[in-house]
């Protein structure tokens, strides 16, 4: 089946969504995604986004540009960041005027409250910064944005998985090609301007806060493609993850003052980070959550801390904190108001990504060559406004900066450029790589070969790495690529046939467990969620640049390019 649209979206969560806020009604345009809209993973961001609206206290997005550069252990790029924290303020009232029921202040404005590494004048103290919707402030965005596209007509196909990007032989991307998971139909998608924004690849840890759908697609694709993965080696492992479960207890806790405490009930925050205790970045956090079970501190012994929320007002921990209550009683039994919440950090957003400049065009190397047609935002891109480590709230302010960017300049390539043809038989690649699962008769299992992966990368590529264990599950991927070449699809049914769709996840997850190894390999330091046991050290002599990741016919080639460094000289990180 063959379509053809102005612009082209694969993804509707927050990135996806405010792309096609700035297009709607200017432009045909048309949102692909493998979800339904409102299931996408954005919902699942809890406690807010970052904003220096100085509602509550004074605030300056200088502030928060420092902030977010600091955090990130300077490997973020600062023009991308001054962007970031300049360009929040607007977004966010943009998201006011959609209609988006922020908490208020008594006197109308929009709350806020603290999060971890927002400080005041440049690292004094914690600020107000995070804007928020309860915990649900992801699920806000959501919600207001798909109305928005509602109103002005945007034509969304729903459980639609893309499994081609279209780029032509002069390299320029026209389209892409999606499987109707519905219907078991190839369709081709041709367009002036294509998004990228299909979100993060969390499921190659066995213990993470994503959805079962974050399986990278559009990182995994446009790395198959040609393209180069930036700085996929930082993974940042959230602290407050439910014990075992991965299921996300959101830093608005620690942001209302909830408290990590050890087995002999110690505020061990105190020992790591004394100025901002339980309110330091996350990378620091989860290092000092597994130092104390490492020295025997776990709770009773395991691999476990607590966050206890106990001395807070109870109507605080129900009217503020409303999901992750629900979560704790839920999953775990217990009560957050009077019980010990058992957490350990969980595997939870990628900073590396698919390479973009500011307005989110697609970059293919050291230069920032840009790849006419073709745009990405969100969590699959690496705008590098996040470096080495993310800010919690930095994410959601992410997407509606960057998505909002990507979706004016792709207005006005739409307008300045005719289409491109199409590639000779564009969907030649899907169906061969669908009829030969369908129609194999492969005897390995994809479950089992996901299971396998999964465990392998949480244990030799999770919060500590050693090139002794990144090597060894080098090895184990090349069994389990091997492996996979021989997988079989037992259900041969067209209509929602889950098990297809699992079995090309697999492969995706395949392609981007080894840009993330080769990239941990390589880089021999430790710097914000990356942290090498055999280099402890940050060396910004030879490290203080990005890696870029290539898939080509002889393997896995590095490259790397500068960090762009504007106003913040680099120099060590405390709190």
């Known amino acids: 089946m063959y379509h053809r649209f102005d612009a082209v979206i694969v993804g509707a969560g927050g990135a996806g969504l405010m792309a096609a806020a700035q297009l709607a009604g200017k432009a045909n345009v048309a949102v692909i995604s493998k979800l339904y809209p409102t299931r996408s993973h954005t919902g699942a961001a809890q406690g807010g986004v970052a904003a220096a609206l100085g509602n509550l206290e004074e605030d300056h997005w200088i502030w928060h540009m420092f902030d977010t550069v600091k955090g990130g252990d300077y490997l973020v790029d600062q023009d991308a960041a001054e962007v970031l924290a300049r360009e929040a303020i607007d977004a966010v009232y943009e998201l006011e005027h959609m209609g988006l029921p922020f908490n208020r202040t008594p006197d109308g404005r929009i709350d806020q409250r603290r999060f971890g590494g927002h400080t005041r004048n440049f690292g004094e103290g914690p600020v107000r910064r995070a804007c928020y919707a309860a915990d649900r402030t992801g699920h806000m965005i959501l919600q207001t944005l798909y109305q928005q596209g509602i109103k002005h007509q945007v034509t969304f196909f729903n459980e639609m998985m893309m499994l081609d990007l279209l780029i032509t032989d002069d390299g320029v991307c026209t389209g892409v090609v999606g499987y109707d998971i519905h219907s078991g139909e190839i369709h081709v998608f041709h367009a002036k301007a294509v998004l990228l924004a299909t979100g993060g690849f969390g499921r190659v840890f066995k213990v993470t806060s994503n959805a079962l759908s974050l399986a990278g697609d559009g990182c995994a694709i446009a790395f198959r493609r040609g393209l180069p993965l930036e700085d996929m080696e930082f993974f940042q492992f959230h602290p407050t993850g439910i014990y075992k479960l991965g299921i996300l207890l959101s830093e608005a806790c620690r942001g209302e003052g909830g408290i990590l405490r050890n087995d002999k009930g110690e505020r061990f925050m105190e020992r790591y980070a004394p100025t901002l205790l339980d309110l330091a970045p996350r990378d620091m956090v989860s290092r000092s959550i597994y130092m104390e079970i490492r020295e025997g501190r776990g709770i009773n012994g395991q691999d476990y801390v607590h966050l206890d929320l106990t001395h807070l007002p109870a109507e605080v921990i129900e009217t503020k904190l409303p999901d992750i209550t629900d979560f704790v009683r839920t999953y775990m039994g217990l009560d957050p108001v009077k019980d010990l919440i058992p957490i350990q950090p969980t595997a939870h957003y990628g900073m590396g990504g698919i390479p973009t400049d500011v307005d989110g065009r697609v970059t293919i190397d050291e230069e920032n060559t840009v790849l006419p047609g073709l745009y990405a935002a969100g969590e699959c891109a690496c705008v590098s406004v996040h470096g080495a480590n993310r800010l919690g709230t930095n994410s959601l302010v992410d997407l509606i900066v960057f998505g909002r960017r990507a979706g004016r300049h792709m207005l006005k390539t739409i307008n300045e450029n005719d289409f491109h043809p199409l590639p000779k038989e564009p969907d030649f690649r899907a169906r061969a790589e669908v009829s030969a699962l369908l129609e194999g008769d492969g005897t390995e299992n994809a479950n089992v070969i996901r299971e396998e992966l999964q465990e392998a990368m949480f244990r030799d590529c999770g919060v500590f790495r050693t ?82 990741t290539y898939r080509t016919s002889g393997g896995i080639e590095m490259r790397y390019k500068p960090v762009v460094i504007t106003r913040f000289e680099p120099k060590e990180r405390k709190y």
């Open 467 to 548: 090139a002794e264990g990144l090597i060894s599950l080098r090895e184990k991927l090349t069994e389990l690529r091997h492996r996979y070449s021989r997988v079989g699809v037992r259900d041969k049914n067209r209509t929602f046939n889950m098990d297809l769709v699992e079995t090309i996840e697999t492969g995706y997850l395949l392609d981007i467990a080894e840009a993330v190894v080769a990239g941990a390999l390589a880089r021999e330091e430790s710097r914000g969620g990356h942290f090498r046991e055999d280099f402890p050290e940050r060396d910004d002599v030879n490290w203080l640049k990005h890696t870029l």
